[in-house]
């Protein structure tokens, strides 16, 4: 039995009541009343440090108690149970095990769902995204002074995008030509080359003199950054590293937020091993097609370190992670140009 106090939910009257279980019935009784009540329509006092218990029955009622103490201690005698939720508060290890939890949830997701969701989300964008994205992005390294007015003739540029263009139509069906748009820049970033999504690829003046006399090796340098613009490779990185903006952009069908993130997420995307990978796949698939040995590419990697001795006149920039020649190549990469000429060298 335990003291409380009765209110009908009506009038401010105090009714002076005794509360017992018996079964599944609450018993309120005392003070004229004789109430009999399922305890499953009880609304149960939540139990805390302290403090005045109430609890609300579901015809409009109250039953109050000033004695936290007692209401717990005839709560527990009579065999109530806290809502789960309760329980799991007041229990410091569940708390740890639930942070433990999240914690676990949300580097899961970092590390994994991420990548698959850019990808999907990347599935779901329209392809003129990419080419507003490029544009944003060309912007960008404009106005950072990053690239610069090219000083290469135009008939060299456009010796170059022939010897590409048709170099290119070898790999692909007919009608896909028009994938990829080369430009020219001067640039800090010294002999480099970087694809923007939507198909432009930015040559710098110092990656066309380095191969000024290997027009073979440029082509494959051409090749893997259009493997980066047909994987949509820049789309992918820009989403998960602005994977939030991206969502909401795409959530609520307005891509200039995610147009927004772009400056801002560009000094933070480098692609992947995996998009490395298959930008190199790309590059070797163009030089068989073209009866060129994929070994080539060695000459790339062996000038680019050379030219890498001599830090560029304006002294070094952040080196934009996407772009070719911003880190080492390494070993594995060199092995895999090998081992494709190798394997071409014993099929004849
Ligand atoms: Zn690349």
Known sequence: MLDAEYFDGHSARARRVSLHIAGHTLHIVGDGLDLAVPVADVDWPERRSSGVRMAHLAGGGSLHCQDGAAWDAWARAEGLRDPVVVRM???WRLAVAAGVALLVVTVGLYRWGVPVASR???ALTPPEVDAAVGGVVLDALRDHGII???AIEYEQQEEIRVAFARAFARTRPSGDQALVALRFYDSELGANALALPGGTIIVTDDMVRLLADREDVLLGVL?????????RH??????????IGTLAGVAIGDYSVMLATVPAALGQMAY???FERDADGESIRLLRANGISPAVMVTLFERLQAARGRPPAGGLRAPLGIAFASH???????RRFEQAAGVRARAR
């Open 89 to 91: 508060q007041q229990s």
């Open 120 to 122: 999907a989300i990347v």
């Open 148 to 150: 610069e007015p090219t």
């Open 223 to 231: 090749a893997h950054e259009a493997g980066h613009v047909r994987g």
């Open 234 to 243: 820049g789309m992918k990185s820009l989403v998960q590293t602005a994977f």
């Open 272 to 274: 992947s091993r995996q």
């Open 328 to 334: 080492p190549a390494d070993e594995e990469r060199l």
